[in-house]
């Protein structure tokens, strides 16, 4: 039994091509027997684009049904025989392989060939890629600038006749006359709408046409012919690798022992070298907590010792109140009755005292003296009682 390594490079001896891919799948034989080819044509449309209804002769403009019930298919940007010999070559590769491979369900878009058949298929895909790659040199690159004014010259024939079709139709006697003198479109590159006259409408269609031929570096670099191929890829393989991964797994353990054997040495010197340190470490830390203990004590202290400023506020409102009470009773005392504007303010004392004083930090006893001394100083000067004042 080949194992995977072994059979690819007798994949490269035979093809002399490295395999790109690898497909899994659990089949012996197709794994032994032969490898899985898929064609890497490219670049065969870029002579070909979707025409415009103004090409087609359809005059879109005028709400033409056509315009939206029909699609446009495709137009040629090289002479039609050129562009059917490209076409060509691509059946022909896909024929030879289809001779010689098989499709295998799962492995789409690869094909399956037997190493046996790999020479007879090969010498016959090159022998097309060679006829393909002179005629591409020879048909479409060395002659680039005939086929740009034959094209020309047939799309100045398509313009005329998609000009007479999209401006005529039926007058009143039932027959074909002309019916616009303007063509409208709308032009995808410029984003404008256009009005054409009948010189403007062909040029434009010509125009159109040559600016969408492919140049001759577009020709070399995008019309490629080749394949590429892949492995199938199954279980003894999948054993093979887990093989190859226990190993690399072991390696890997040995590493981390061997590690790990390094870091405890290191972690050994380290803890000695801690050791040595500890008596000194211990010492600092001791001092730096006692100087920690020390300032949280007298930050404490400062704490027990500072007033609340709410308590402060208090003393303050308080304070006001026994210089106001000492005012009203000199007051009181030197003119024998209580004055309107000392009645006024003793009044006011209990609206000041709810103002200043927060709730649940007032006095109740200051409470109940306000509120007497409010009811002592009513409005009747003859009914107030100074001496309870």
Not at 181 to 195: A, P
Not at 228 to 253: C, F, H, M, P, S
Not at 305 to 320: C, D, H, K, L, M
């Amino acid at each position: 039994m080949l194992d995977f390594q072994t059979r690819k490079q007798q994949a490269i001896q035979i093809t002399g091509v490295a395999p790109q891919q690898t497909v899994h799948m659990q089949l012996a034989k197709l794994r032994q027997e032969g490898i899985l080819v898929d064609l890497n044509i490219t670049g065969t449309g870029i002579f070909q684009r979707v025409p415009n209804w103004a090409e087609l002769g359809i005059p879109e403009f005028t709400g033409d049904k056509r315009a939206t019930q029909f699609t446009k298919g495709a137009k040629y940007l090289y002479p039609e025989e050129k562009v059917r010999a490209v076409k060509s070559f691509e059946s022909r590769l896909r024929q030879n392989l289809d001779k010689y491979s098989f499709e295998v369900a799962g492995f789409r878009p690869f094909r399956w060939l037997p190493y046996t058949a790999y020479q007879a298929w090969r010498a016959k895909h090159d022998e097309i890629v060679a006829q393909a790659n002179e005629f591409i040199q020879t048909q479409l690159i060395d002659c680039h600038d005939q086929c740009r004014d034959q094209i020309a010259a047939t799309y100045k024939e398509i313009a005329e006749a998609a000009w007479l079709s999209a401006t005529t139709g039926e007058n009143a006697k039932g027959r074909r006359a002309q019916t616009y003198k303007f063509i409208i479109l709308y032009d995808k590159t410029s984003r404008e709408q256009l009005t054409l006259d009948h010189a403007g409408f062909v040029s434009y269609i010509v125009a159109q046409a040559l600016a969408q031929i492919p140049g001759v570096e577009d020709i070399m670099n995008k019309l490629r012919y080749d394949y590429t191929t892949a492995l199938v890829y199954g279980q003894e393989d999948v054993a093979a690798d887990e093989a190859n991964a226990e190993n690399i797994r072991a390696n890997v353990k040995f590493e981390r022992e061997r590690a790990m054997l390094e870091n405890q040495f290191l972690a050994e010197k380290v803890r000695k070298q801690a050791w040595d340190n500890q008596t000194e470490q211990t010492q600092k830390e001791q001092i730096l907590e006692a100087m920690r203990q020390a300032e949280y004590d007298h930050h404490r202290q400062q704490l027990q010792e500072t007033v609340s400023p709410f308590v402060e506020v208090y003393r303050q409102a308080i304070g006001q109140f026994i210089n106001h009470a000492k005012d009203m009773l000199e007051s009181i005392q030197k003119n024998k009755h209580v004055r309107g504007k000392v009645a006024e303010r003793g009044r006011g004392l209990l609206d000041v005292y709810n103002l200043l004083v927060l709730p649940g930090m007032g006095d109740d006893r200051m409470m109940e003296y306000l509120k007497d001394l409010r009811s002592l100083l009513g409005p009747a000067d003859d009914t107030r009682n100074t001496e309870a004042i």
